[in-house]
């Protein structure tokens, strides 16, 4: 069965800096998708970025950038620039990647991320 | 807009009482899930559906049950069976193709008197 491990539940970053999140995964598929998804107070989950894992090239979507690492099983989230709006829970989760399958998500427990002015 | 619409937002239930939580999405998604949020953990699976009129337990389902007769909704009834109910509920939904990305409705808080 696939795992998900966040082995840092808190995480504090001063405002404009960069802070960078771990996550380690246990598979043993080949092929998989990950994600990070962020939680802030109002406790909407949003997606902050995805990758899959047949492509070498990590993902980003603005300040965010992840370091897949695949034969690490290591994805790790970078933050840069931080903002006093990126203080939230930080969930990383796995999916298996089988057609027409459950997409169901594996969550780790997540990292809490405080931004300080 | 689009979206996946979860009410109430807070809800209160007594000891031996079912509840039933709603959720809706119009962005004709095929798959639908329930998770469950208690402090300190990550989403646990409650039920989750692929297609209309069907679905599957996850890993927490005892003291839950579903129905899916439509494509919009998964409405998730918490039974008095279910022992210890008081926790954050969010209902999310994915297209159905391989790595689609799961979109999460706003949650329901739950909590049990």
């Known amino acids: 069965a696939q795992t998900v491990t966040q082995s840092q539940p808190e995480m504090s970053v001063q405002e404009a800096e960069t802070v960078t999140l771990s996550c380690t995964y246990d598979?043993?598929?080949?092929?998989?998708?990950l994600f990070w998804y962020k939680q802030p107070p109002s406790r909407q989950m949003i997606l902050v970025i995805r990758?899959?894992?047949?492509?070498?090239q990590n993902a980003t979507e603005n300040r965010f950038s992840v370091n897949f690492q695949k034969a690490a099983k290591s994805f790790s989230l970078k933050i840069s620039d931080s903002q006093l709006g990126d203080t939230a829970m930080y969930f990383c989760?796995?999916?298996?990647?089988?057609?027409?399958?459950?997409?169901?998500?594996?969550f780790g427990k997540g990292t809490k991320l405080s931004v300080k002015p | 807009d689009g979206g996946i619409t979860q009410s109430p937002k807070y809800l209160f239930r007594k000891e031996g009482q079912n509840v039933t939580l709603s959720c809706e999405q119009n962005?004709?998604?095929?798959?639908m899930y329930w998770y469950r949020q208690d402090p300190g953990q990550g989403l646990r699976l409650i039920y989750y559906?692929?297609?209309?009129?069907?679905?599957q337990k996850g890993d927490i389902a005892e003291g839950y049950s579903v129905s899916r007769e439509k494509k919009e909704s998964f409405p998730l009834t918490v039974t008095s069976a279910q022992k210890n109910p008081t926790a954050f509920y969010l209902c999310?939904?994915?297209?159905?193709?391989?790595?689609?990305?799961?979109?999460f409705g706003p949650g329901t808080r739950l909590t049990v008197l």
């Open positions: 559906s692929q297609i209309v009129n069907d679905f």
């Open positions: 999310a939904s994915r297209r159905g193709s391989a790595g689609d990305t799961q979109y």
């Open positions: 598979t043993s598929e080949n092929n998989y998708y």
């Open positions: 989760a796995f999916m298996k990647p089988v057609s027409g399958s459950q997409g169901n998500l594996i």
């Open positions: 962005l004709n998604h095929d798959a």
């Open positions: 990758q899959e894992a047949y492509k070498q």
